[in-house]
């Protein structure tokens, strides 16, 4: 990850990265001990303020008038189907390492999903090509999803959130970035 200063931050930042994601509530975003830098700012300053957070995560991911910016790897897919082939494979990853979302209405393709397991990954000192399979099978389509984020955001929360998921998709050292 670009700017990083080392693999435990990547780690803190892509799980709170994941987080963010996940919760439409500000105040329900554990800032890892540790994280540092915009974003983990971003999310102290929402959780002082969170209505307007919370209004912005609804009108970017579960506007039911139309959604600015798909949570789900199977949208961005040749084909999209929402509990497609992408779903599938994640489960497997997932459940391959004793992991089961929480919430079993909740697609396995969430890209909140992806981060938090991507770290997991990452912080088991899993195999290099292990890591980076999971992250061509699972994660590379994040910097489509980071630019229409960083295109639809209007709160500093979401464009801190665009900026950390496309530094880490631009990262090219391997099994410890996207």
Request: charged share 20%; glycine share 4%; hydrophobic share 45%.
């Amino acid at each position: 990850m670009t700017n990083m200063p080392d693999r435990s931050a990547l780690i803190l930042n892509m799980a709170l990265a994941g987080q963010v994601l996940l919760k439409s509530d500000p105040r329900t975003i554990a800032v890892p001990d540790g994280a540092e830098g915009t974003l983990a700012d971003e999310v102290l300053l929402a959780q002082a303020a969170p209505e307007a957070a919370e209004l912005e995560y609804n009108r970017l991911f579960l506007n039911p008038i139309g959604v600015e910016c798909y949570l789900w790897q199977s949208v961005y897919a040749d084909q999209p189907r929402l509990l497609g082939p992408a779903h599938h494979s994640a489960l497997d990853w997932f459940r391959r390492y004793g992991a089961e979302p929480q919430d079993p209405q909740e697609p396995a393709d969430h890209l909140g999903l992806l981060l938090l397991f991507h770290a997991r990954l990452i912080e088991a000192d899993e195999p290099v090509e292990t890591i980076d399979a999971f992250a061509r099978d699972h994660i590379v389509w994040a910097a489509q999803f980071a630019a229409k984020l960083k295109q639809e955001a209007r709160h500093p929360l979401y464009l801190a959130l665009a900026r950390e998921i496309e530094s880490m998709c631009s990262d090219k050292s391997g099994a410890q970035a996207m």
